[in-house]
């Protein structure tokens, strides 16, 4: 991993992001590319009005606030890691997706807000959008997440689709970086047919996955989302990773859209992966 970029909207998730960012750049000696993407603001009122803004004002101005964000940065890692900032003028998916191009990103990085106990949380337009237009792997920082350097990675994987290499050489570097285990997980539920192809697949990704110490585990659930909940904490995971294209239950979950709500109980980041 040689690049990350961190897409920030000024907000206290974001912060929070930056944070674990920080800490990750510097445990893998990554560069940061710190990045922002910002519109003309829009009037709430019933009258039309145009706002006296030049799109050079805000473009100043923003490249001022994350001057300060990259200075912030140089202090809380002593100089430690390369960071750079830069905005965007447009819709913030469109904008990260270029910047990904141009700084030929590894990783994207995004805050996530919690609600209520952080009993439920809300993935947000932004983030879902970037994870289905995206292949590079993008992760979503819960609020209150702190970065953790030697910890478990788990995956939820269903079996009824093949992984790609790409996605396992991911994973792989993922657990190497960490010295991390692989927790691989499915949740099945009481009237679940067995899929004729688990089997191959499991031996096909054991042997994947050899010299990374990695287990199975199948718990028994009418409710996936609580028992995928329960494991990652029975498990004290530090990253959970989803392949919402290639895991049926994470597939329709991703595309109910910005407004759907997935109830991770606790602070772990998502890391959401896709050939």
């Known amino acids: 991993m040689k690049t990350i970029l961190l897409a920030t909207d000024y907000s206290a998730e974001a912060n929070n992001a930056l944070r674990y960012a920080i800490k990750l750049a510097e445990f893998s000696k990554a560069k940061l590319v710190l990045f922002h993407a910002y519109h003309m603001p829009v ?16 473009q100043r101005e923003n490249e001022a606030a994350m001057k300060k964000i990259e200075d912030k940065v140089v202090k809380l890692s002593n100089g430690k890691i390369k960071v750079e900032s830069r905005v965007g003028f447009g819709m913030p998916v469109e904008e990260i997706l270029n910047t990904i191009k141009k700084v030929k990103a590894d990783l994207v990085l995004l805050g996530m807000k919690g609600a209520g106990k952080l009993a439920e949380t809300i993935i947000g337009s932004t983030a879902t959008s970037l994870m289905q237009k995206t292949k590079v792997p993008v992760l979503v920082v819960p609020a209150k997440s702190k970065f953790h350097a030697n910890h478990k990675i788990v995956l939820a994987y269903d079996y009824q689709k093949t992984i790609g290499k790409n996605i396992l050489q991911i994973i792989i570097d993922f657990a190497r970086l960490f010295r991390a285990e692989v927790e691989v997980v499915h949740v099945v539920k009481l009237d679940e047919e067995p899929h004729p192809s688990t089997a191959d697949k499991m031996v096909k990704l054991r042997a994947a996955l ?45 595309n109910k859209g910005s407004t759907r709500r997935m109830a991770f109980h606790t602070n772990v980041p998502l890391l959401s992966l896709h050939d």
């Open 43 to 58: 009037p709430v009122t019933d009258v039309p009005a145009v706002i006296p803004v030049a799109v050079d004002d805000l």
């Open 210 to 254: 050899r010299g990374i110490k990695h287990h199975f585990y199948f718990p028994v659930s009418e409710n996936i989302t609580d028992e995928l909940n329960a494991f990652v904490k029975r498990q004290k995971a530090g990253i959970l990773v989803m392949l919402p294209h290639k895991h049926a239950m994470l597939e329709k979950i991703f």
